[in-house]
């Protein structure tokens, strides 16, 4: 295989499918919180919603953490820290201080006065001297006795007898307050002799303190297997949680094992796939143009993996943080690129990827469906901000109203409400504030386009429009129309309204290149005269190829783009197509100059738009607008598009078509219908007889035949 075809393989629509699909099943598995679940959600003063629960095996009833930490601290108000006895200092600093007595020759000691000296201090070191952060912190009053170990031999002493090196100086002037001793004292330096010869040994004291703690029992009991623990329905006493809080620590003990973690991961990825196959299923079957669309079918995956990864991260961070998750964001975003069902059904799967890590599965799952629901039924066309604040509004109404419902529902009493919820809903909601944001940062950063935006591209005041208004009137005019009749075509068969009305407006830009080509901007002079019928086509076929390139430099959306391209598919200009062949019946005729590029519409909105664009350039070349001539019009032009295959790429049905025709009958008739003269006043004050002459809408006279006849 060379080069050339694996990169095509390897671009090909199925390989990308599959990447996306490994590729979020991969994600969610891995980001999965990997700590052991219990298979119970309980919680103490709440009922037990599953059924009779046995011992499955022998297991100790562990003591609550606040119990243990009080019989810790009641264990640490005897304990005493283990100091060290350095006799070597002692020695060594005493005999220094001896002879520096004796080396003193300013003036002469008595005997008995440095016999005193050195015997206060081998006093100072028999009582013990630490430094000074330990004696800080012993004096303190956490600890009354400390232990000095002394060639292995521990004894134990009050704090209070211990002193610091400046303690033990005070303590010797206090001694001697003579000013003859204290300036011996200090001429010989007293304070290099105070040496600290009690230090704290944190290894035998860490070592005590464990033994100490390792004896307090952690278990005040055994179940025995079989032993009944709780039914379905009774109330969770304090005893019973700590039974079951017990059962869960010596059941997720024993899944700590690599054989059960293989296996519990092997469960995560056979899951993960179930929900993402038939998310892919569902796409396949009704969204086949969505599930060939790699664009849009990794926009979805990855808004699933996205807001799974957030969901798990905040699971971990609080026991019921994953009600901050703005899930209800999901639908409002994808309802507004895409349509409802869809964006029910992306919200189902995220839903039920999440539900494994909720505290309480079967609730989660009620109200995040409840809401998804009510934010798609709030918000199905969005157009204004004020929808997005009432949407919130009506999200909160609806997340409290379940919760108390289900409350109710499974417990039966109000005061089992737990008010921290609310204020979650409420913080959930604030989030849902920032979908305006994300759909503009989703609609630049994939193509896609909201109403939002197409209701800003409709503003007859953005200058493109009014540039057209000006130079090309009766093009403006036309495009109008044609706004009006394919909303509300779209309207019937369940298109999309904005989107059709907002093409509608743009389809013709082309023609500001040459506005007084086409008959609708003519006012006497036909530019059309002097040319061929195959110069003249080519400057009428111009005009999509001219608006595509206005498209791009205006940085229109490219489902905007569509509806230049497509909305006269690779049909001919017939008018001079059907002119040359009748004036030159035996020359040969090519059929690409009188043809114009395509595609040919693939949506039922640019379908709509042909239809419209064919239909109304046609009726105003009708002499005489009557419910019969107007029907036989646009029968006629519609049958004759599908004659020509105009419409075979579209998914509109032959329903479709025939509520189509309806609905353009209806408009043109209202459109064209009669009205009734107004009498004149009688200046002479007597009554004439009234009359009622119905006059009629004249036909414009500048499309003189159907649509391909515009120039």
Not at 446 to 475: A, H, K, M, Y
Not at 519 to 528: A, I, M, R, V, W
Not at 579 to 604: I, L, R
Not at 659 to 686: D, M, Q, V
Request: charged share 20%.
């Amino acid at each position: 295989m060379d080069k050339n075809r694996i990169q095509k393989f390897l671009s090909s629509t199925r390989v990308l499918q599959f990447v996306f699909f490994v590729a979020a099943v991969t994600l969610v598995t891995y980001f999965f919180p990997r700590e052991g679940k219990f298979r119970y959600t309980f919680q103490e003063g709440k009922p037990w919603k599953y059924g009779l629960l046995t011992a499955p095996f022998d297991f100790p009833v562990y003591k609550d953490e606040a119990v243990i930490q009080q019989e810790r601290d009641s264990i640490m108000l005897d304990f005493q820290p283990v100091f060290s006895h350095n006799e070597s200092i002692e020695k060594k600093s005493v005999d220094d201080f001896e002879k520096a007595l004796s080396n003193y020759t300013e003036m002469s000691i008595p005997p008995t006065l440095r016999k005193n000296l050195v015997q206060a201090l081998r006093e100072a070191y028999r009582k013990g001297i630490v430094s000074s952060e330990a004696y800080t912190q012993l004096q303190s009053g956490k600890f009354k006795e400390i232990r000095i170990l002394e060639n292995n031999v521990a004894r134990e002493i009050p704090v209070s007898e211990l002193q610091s090196a400046r303690e033990a100086y005070e303590n010797m002037l206090n001694k001697f307050p003579d000013s003859y001793s204290h300036h011996i004292l200090q001429t010989c330096n007293l304070n290099d002799f105070l040496n600290t010869n009690i230090a704290f040994d944190s290894i035998t004291t860490d070592r005590l303190k464990d033994n100490l703690l390792q004896r307090i029992a952690l278990s005040d009991g055994i179940v025995q297997a079989g032993e009944r623990i709780v039914d379905r329905g009774e109330i969770i006493t304090p005893q019973t949680y700590r039974i079951l809080k017990s059962l869960e620590t010596v059941t997720l003990k024993k899944s700590v094992g690599n054989d059960h973690r293989g296996y519990t991961i092997l469960g995560q990825i056979i899951v993960f796939t179930c929900l993402f196959s038939f998310f892919y299923l569902f796409l396949a079957l009704f969204r086949p143009q969505t599930f060939n669309e790699m664009r849009t079918l990794g926009f979805m995956m990855m808004l699933i993996v996205g807001i799974s990864l957030i969901a798990f991260f905040l699971s971990e961070f609080r026991l019921q943080g994953i009600y901050l998750v703005p899930f209800a964001i999901i639908p409002i975003i994808v309802v507004t690129f895409f349509d409802s069902r869809t964006a029910l059904y992306v919200h189902l799967i995220t839903v039920l990827i999440c539900a494994f890590t909720a505290p309480f599965a079967l609730e989660f799952i009620f109200l995040q469906l409840i809401v998804g629901m009510t934010a798609i039924d709030s918000l199905s066309d969005l157009s204004r901000r004020s929808q997005l604040m009432r949407c919130a509004l009506l999200v909160f109404l609806a997340y409290c109203f379940a919760y108390v419902g289900y409350t109710l529902l499974s417990e039966g009493d109000l005061s089992k409400l737990n008010y921290n919820m609310f204020i979650y809903f409420g913080v959930n909601c604030v989030f849902l504030l920032f979908a305006y944001l994300l759909i503009y940062i989703f609609e630049k950063a994939f193509g896609f386009i909201s109403t939002v935006t197409l209701v800003e591209l409709s503003d007859v005041n953005n200058p493109i429009l009014r540039q057209l208004s000006e130079e090309c009137p009766g093009t403006f005019q036309h495009s109008l129309q044609i706004s009006n009749l394919a909303a509300e075509a779209a309207n019937k068969i369940g298109a999309k309204a904005q989107l059709v009305r907002t093409g509608a407006l743009y389809h013709d830009i082309g023609k500001l290149k040459n506005p007084a080509f086409f008959t609708e901007n003519q006012s006497g002079f036909n530019p059309h005269t002097p040319l061929s019928f195959e110069q003249s086509a080519q400057i009428v076929i111009s005009h999509v190829n001219d608006g595509l390139k206005m498209a791009d430099k205006l940085r229109l959306p490219q489902a905007i783009k569509d509806f230049i391209s497509t909305h006269h598919g690779h049909g001919k200009a017939k008018f001079f197509y059907n002119s040359f062949c009748n004036k030159y019946p035996d020359q040969p005729v090519d059929e690409s100059k009188f043809t114009y590029p395509g595609p040919n519409p693939f949506t039922k909105e640019t379908g709509i738009l042909m239809m419209a664009d064919a239909v109304e350039a046609a009726s105003r070349s009708l002499k005489e607008y009557t419910n019969e001539s107007i029907s036989q019009l646009v029968n006629r032009i519609i049958d004759s598009q599908v004659a020509d295959g105009l419409l075979r790429d579209t998914p509109l049905s032959f329903r479709d078509v025939e509520t189509i025709k309806a609905t353009f009958i209806e408009k043109l008739k209202t459109i064209y219908h009669t009205r009734i003269s107004y009498p004149e006043l009688n200046k002479n004050g007597k009554n004439e007889e009234e009359k009622t002459d119905k006059e009629t809408t004249k036909a414009d006279n500048n499309a003189p035949s159907p649509t391909e006849i515009k120039k």
